[in-house]
């Protein structure tokens, strides 16, 4: 029974793209052997021991687990149904603001029992749970946060907190301001893990898994992402620049011999009576690629922009240089900006507020773009830059003006367009990237971290 | 093989063996580790540094009273230094002085033997007669080849010597491999292993934690600083405080006899958890207004 539901869990773990070999499956099955089963977090972590690997599979673990193993048996989901009956009902006279005072006193106190039973009161009450209606639990979450107010509460908790400070006391403000925050987060969290309770038990987890859509953060389409996700791509981002850095520089440093060198062989085979016995190779220097990085900063495409050249100046060891230029309908180059910060967040804040990159209306044009690019700093290309392209290649319409990316191409060793949209809409609407692609040297889909890495890679 | 031998009667006893020793662990610490005593399974740990990834294999061996075999992993480290090597000096000086007495076959028979091998960590925690915890410290600085020098010790717990044939363990070692995750570590290596990951931890268990390390300190001096320290972690740093710092932090606060944390006081001292400048400008906007 329980090994049949875990074969069904890892099923949804493989599905969303975590890996699972046969010996960790068989870890997994074999540690349920040294468990209580009823103790969830055990059972969660003996779990997470035997089948996770990389932490940043972790979260998709997290949720997956929630769903298979949160709810009991059919016979559990009945009583739980009539306990919640019980509960909404014996709290009907407690009215919204009493309710809030409450969750608000049982999160200070720390009584956990009673919070959950307060969320589930809330979630009766606000979320309207449907049964038979296909949404997903985000719906139900965000109807119960509007029902409840969330700031109310923190607002509540917090002025509780702080009327025991002095009010001269602007740290310790400060830092109960962010527990709050935590605690806030937990509520919400109590709130998320008891709709997706109820719903389990209403379709079964298979079914809640797959609205659920689990992603793992190199997974995650950099057009689509909501603030959550963005956040998390960007947590990825680092531990994955670290080791790509890592692979690169040995990359470099034990790349493989150079050509064949005659000279020197040909010496040395004097030795040996003008056998050539010992072969001389030139030592390999990959030269260092110039970066151009020309990208596209408007609204739908920003996230993408940013998330690259967060990572190619991470590795900007990788390159002889990067310069960098911006643009929507005009482009400025922003280069000095990320020179002159340490702290590459802090430069695309500045970036965003300082680059000149609107001439017009605000509406992305490449043909305009291209042609000023080509002008201004057409001249200080060569035979050794690289240009990379960032963009949708939406251009509203415009002249493409392709021509000018065709001289461009002459100048330099190479064009890479990389585009975030899914390969299947482009050249749909006012996307043309078919009449760019012909002048570049490979047009790549670049709509997740995976991708984009994989870009990289092959670049450096 | 070797015949069954646990080290942990249940769950609960690891942690109590751990807090013996002074470490406190968390449920996904206990769970890993009791699980990786049932199942014979290497445990990777992984995490940001200084959350005690070195420290919990240290204290587990210290509560078990087992020997502690360190195998300190750096790039360029071989077989010769991980597992085992022929004392070619002494072979050399043995087939000089046997020469006149003894026919080829006999010295080649004698000089691989036991007494011409000089055992390497690895090595010596197989053929260990008493308990022993083998610790192969930081794996990602190897490279990707020579993890494989790894993997029959890790999942046979066996080393083979083309010489002399295999040896298999005596008794089952726990084995604790640490990552600083600076590296992709191979499928194969991942599969053999259990995986524990030790982020930082949470406010309770680091007040905890201080508690139990810096001796005179007040429970509100410790959650105070607790509650600093964690908010600094969550601001963008190059390098965040470990856990070692905050214990560093709190202790000078105690000898500077502070009973709470105020602005002043963090100004002043926060050389001792924060280390580059950049970062101490960070958390001076962001927490001291100056």
Same mark, same amino acid.
């Given at each position: 029974?329980?090994?049949? #539901?875990?074969?069904?869990?890892?099923?949804?773990?493989?599905?969303?793209?975590?890996?699972?070999?046969?010996?960790?499956?068989?870890?997994?099955?074999?540690?349920?052997?040294?468990?209580?089963?009823?103790?969830?977090?055990?059972?969660?972590?003996?779990?997470?021991?035997?089948?996770?690997?990389?932490?940043?599979? #972790?979260?998709? *673990?997290?949720?997956? *687990?929630?769903?298979?193993?949160?709810?009991?048996?059919?016979?559990?989901?009945?009583?739980?149904?009539?306990?919640?009956?019980?509960?909404?009902?014996?709290?009907?006279?407690?009215?919204?603001?009493?309710?809030?005072?409450?969750?608000?006193?049982?999160?200070?106190?720390?009584?956990?029992?009673?919070?959950?039973?307060?969320?589930?009161?809330?979630?009766?009450?606000?979320?309207?749970?449907?049964?038979?209606?296909?949404?997903?639990?985000?719906?139900?979450?965000?109807?119960?946060?509007?029902?409840?107010?969330?700031?109310?509460?923190?607002?509540?908790?917090?002025?509780?907190?702080?009327?025991? &400070?002095?009010?001269?006391?602007?740290?310790?403000?400060?830092?109960?301001?962010?527990?709050?925050?935590?605690?806030?987060?937990?509520?919400?969290?109590?709130?998320?893990?008891?709709?997706?309770? #109820?719903?389990?038990?209403?379709?079964?987890?298979?079914?809640?898994?797959?609205?659920?859509?689990?992603?793992?953060?190199?997974?995650?389409?950099?057009?689509?992402?909501?603030?959550?996700? @963005?956040?998390?791509?960007?947590?990825?981002?680092?531990?994955?620049?670290?080791?790509?850095?890592?692979?690169?520089?040995?990359?470099?440093?034990?790349?493989?011999?150079?050509?064949?060198?005659?000279?020197?062989?040909?010496?040395?085979?004097?030795?040996?009576?003008?056998? =050539?016995?010992?072969?001389?190779?030139?030592?390999?220097?990959? +030269?260092?690629?110039?970066?151009?990085?020309?990208?596209?900063?408007?609204?739908?495409?920003?996230?993408?922009?940013?998330?690259?050249?967060?990572?190619?100046?991470?590795?900007?060891?990788?390159?002889?240089?990067?310069?960098?230029?911006?643009?929507?309908?005009?482009?400025?180059?922003?280069?000095?900006?990320?020179?002159? +910060?340490?702290?590459? %967040?802090?430069?695309?804040?500045?970036?965003?507020?300082?680059? /000149?990159?609107?001439?017009?209306?605000?509406?992305?044009?490449?043909?305009?773009?291209?042609?000023?690019?080509?002008?201004?700093?057409?001249?200080?290309?060569?035979?050794?830059?690289?240009?990379?392209?960032?963009?949708?290649?939406?251009?509203?319409?415009?002249?493409?003006?392709?021509?000018?990316?065709?001289?461009?191409?002459?100048?330099?060793?190479?064009?890479?367009?990389?585009? =975030?949209?899914?390969?299947?809409?482009?050249?749909?609407?006012?996307?043309?990237?078919?009449?760019?692609?012909?002048?570049?040297?490979?047009? %790549?889909?670049?709509?997740?971290?995976?991708?984009?890495?994989?870009?990289?890679?092959?670049?450096? | 093989?070797?015949?069954?031998?646990?080290?942990?009667?249940?769950?609960?006893?690891?942690?109590?063996?751990?807090? /013996?020793?002074?470490?406190?662990?968390?449920?996904?610490?206990?769970?890993?580790?009791?699980?990786?005593?049932?199942?014979?399974?290497?445990?990777?740990?992984?995490?940001?540094?200084?959350?005690?990834?070195?420290?919990?294999?240290? +204290?587990?061996?210290?509560? @078990?009273?087992?020997?502690?075999?360190?195998?300190?992993?750096?790039?360029?480290?071989?077989?010769?230094?991980?597992?085992?090597?022929?004392?070619?000096?002494?072979?050399? &000086?043995?087939?000089?002085?046997?020469?006149?007495?003894?026919?080829?076959?006999?010295?080649?028979?004698?000089?691989?033997?036991?007494?011409?091998?000089?055992?390497?960590?690895?090595?010596?925690?197989?053929?260990?007669?008493?308990?022993?915890?083998?610790?192969?410290?930081?794996?990602?600085?190897?490279?990707?080849?020579?993890?494989?020098? &790894?993997?029959?010790?890790?999942?046979?717990?066996?080393?083979?010597?083309?010489?002399?044939?295999?040896?298999?363990?005596?008794?089952?070692?726990?084995?604790?491999?640490?990552?600083?995750?600076? #590296?992709?570590?191979?499928?194969?290596?991942?599969?053999?292993?259990?995986?524990?990951?030790?982020?930082?931890?949470?406010?309770?268990?680091?007040?905890?934690?201080?508690?139990?390390?810096?001796?005179?300190?007040?429970?509100?001096?410790?959650?105070? !600083?607790?509650?600093?320290?964690?908010?600094?972690?969550?601001?963008?740093?190059?390098?965040?405080?470990? !856990?070692?710092?905050?214990?560093?932090?709190?202790?000078?606060?105690?000898? *500077?006899? !502070?009973?709470?944390?105020?602005?002043?006081?963090? /100004?002043?001292?926060?050389? !001792?958890?924060? /280390?580059?400048? +950049?970062?101490?400008?960070?958390?001076?906007?962001?927490?001291?207004?100056?």
């Amino acid at each position: 029974m329980i090994v049949d #539901r875990l074969i069904d869990f890892i099923e949804a773990l493989r599905a969303s793209g975590v890996p699972i070999s046969i010996l960790e499956s068989i870890d997994a099955t074999s540690s349920l052997k040294y468990v209580d089963i009823s103790q969830k977090e055990m059972v969660k972590s003996y779990l997470a021991g035997s089948l996770i690997k990389d932490q940043s599979h #972790r979260k998709v *673990f997290d949720q997956l *687990f929630d769903v298979y193993f949160s709810s009991g048996s059919t016979a559990e989901n009945m009583t739980s149904a009539a306990l919640e009956k019980e509960i909404s009902e014996s709290f009907a006279d407690v009215d919204d603001d009493e309710l809030r005072e409450m969750i608000a006193s049982a999160t200070q106190s720390g009584d956990v029992e009673a919070l959950k039973a307060m969320v589930s009161l809330a979630v009766s009450r606000y979320a309207g749970i449907e049964p038979g209606r296909p949404v997903g639990g985000r719906y139900y979450a965000y109807r119960t946060y509007q029902g409840l107010n969330m700031d109310k509460i923190q607002t509540s908790i917090f002025d509780g907190r702080v009327s025991q &400070l002095p009010s001269d006391d602007s740290l310790g403000r400060k830092l109960i301001n962010r527990e709050v925050e935590l605690e806030l987060a937990k509520i919400s969290q109590l709130v998320e893990d008891e709709i997706r309770r #109820r719903m389990v038990g209403e379709r079964g987890p298979e079914a809640v898994a797959r609205t659920l859509r689990a992603t793992l953060p190199q997974d995650i389409d950099f057009m689509y992402a909501g603030a959550d996700e @963005l956040n998390e791509i960007e947590r990825s981002l680092e531990p994955l620049v670290r080791k790509l850095a890592t692979r690169l520089e040995r990359q470099r440093r034990h790349g493989g011999t150079g050509s064949l060198d005659y000279r020197a062989t040909i010496r040395k085979s004097m030795a040996y009576g003008g056998v =050539p016995i010992d072969l001389v190779y030139h030592r390999a220097f990959p +030269s260092k690629p110039e970066l151009v990085v020309v990208a596209d900063i408007s609204g739908s495409v920003a996230s993408f922009a940013r998330f690259t050249l967060l990572m190619l100046y991470a590795l900007s060891g990788q390159f002889s240089k990067v310069r960098s230029f911006v643009f929507i309908d005009e482009i400025d180059e922003v280069t000095e900006i990320f020179d002159k +910060s340490d702290d590459i %967040n802090e430069a695309m804040t500045q970036v965003n507020s300082r680059a /000149k990159v609107v001439w017009m209306d605000g509406h992305s044009d490449y043909g305009r773009v291209l042609e000023s690019f080509f002008e201004r700093w057409g001249q200080a290309l060569n035979h050794n830059s690289t240009v990379l392209i960032l963009g949708d290649a939406r251009n509203n319409y415009h002249p493409s003006r392709a021509g000018i990316l065709a001289n461009l191409r002459m100048k330099v060793r190479q064009i890479h367009w990389l585009n =975030p949209e899914p390969a299947s809409y482009w050249d749909s609407g006012d996307s043309i990237i078919g009449e760019y692609g012909i002048y570049c040297d490979s047009v %790549n889909e670049c709509r997740n971290l995976r991708q984009l890495q994989s870009f990289v890679r092959r670049l450096a | 093989m070797a015949e069954e031998s646990l080290n942990f009667t249940s769950q609960s006893d690891v942690e109590e063996l751990l807090l /013996k020793a002074g470490y406190l662990p968390t449920l996904e610490i206990c769970s890993v580790l009791f699980l990786a005593d049932r199942l014979k399974k290497p445990v990777l740990v992984e995490g940001p540094a200084g959350t005690g990834k070195t420290q919990l294999a240290k +204290s587990i061996a210290q509560a @078990l009273g087992s020997r502690l075999i360190r195998l300190q992993c750096h790039e360029g480290i071989d077989e010769a230094k991980a597992l085992y090597e022929w004392n070619y000096k002494k072979q050399l &000086l043995r087939i000089q002085s046997d020469q006149l007495s003894q026919s080829w076959n006999q010295i080649e028979e004698n000089i691989f033997s036991e007494e011409f091998l000089l055992e390497r960590p690895l090595l010596e925690a197989i053929r260990a007669d008493d308990p022993v915890v083998l610790l192969i410290d930081e794996i990602d600085r190897v490279e990707v080849e020579t993890e494989a020098l &790894l993997l029959e010790v890790l999942s046979d717990y066996q080393v083979s010597i083309p010489e002399m044939g295999t040896v298999t363990a005596n008794q089952m070692p726990l084995v604790f491999l640490t990552s600083n995750n600076t #590296r992709e570590l191979s499928e194969a290596l991942k599969r053999r292993c259990l995986f524990l990951y030790l982020d930082y931890p949470d406010r309770d268990r680091e007040t905890a934690i201080v508690l139990s390390r810096v001796p005179g300190i007040s429970t509100a001096l410790a959650e105070s !600083v607790t509650s600093f320290v964690s908010s600094i972690r969550e601001l963008d740093l190059k390098k965040l405080p470990s !856990v070692s710092e905050t214990i560093d932090w709190a202790s000078a606060l105690v000898q *500077f006899g !502070v009973s709470e944390v105020d602005e002043s006081i963090a /100004k002043s001292t926060l050389n !001792v958890l924060v /280390k580059y400048r +950049s970062d101490m400008v960070k958390v001076s906007k962001a927490l001291l207004s100056s």
